[in-house]
């Protein structure tokens, strides 16, 4: 798994944790132009990393894929 992979799962376990998956998939969705209709015309390409996260919960929501036990985050101060 990539460092990339790796930072979308933990993306998608932040929108698991705090409810918000459903509520970032309506925002960050394809725009008539090509781009991320929530991230704006600086995004990039398609999908945008929240979008991209999105699927990856809704994926693990479905029991269909475990996210990485690999978290990208330092844990903090001990
Ligand atoms: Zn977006």
Known sequence: MSAADDCIDEVARFLVTFGAVDRAAARHV??????????????????????????????????????????????GPA
């Open 30 to 75: 394809l725009a008539a132009g090509g781009g991320c209709a929530g991230c704006g015309p600086s995004a990039g390409s398609w999908p945008c990393a929240v979008a991209a996260s999105t699927a990856r919960a809704r994926v693990a929501l479905r029991g269909s894929g475990a996210l990485s036990a690999n978290p990208v985050m330092p844990a």
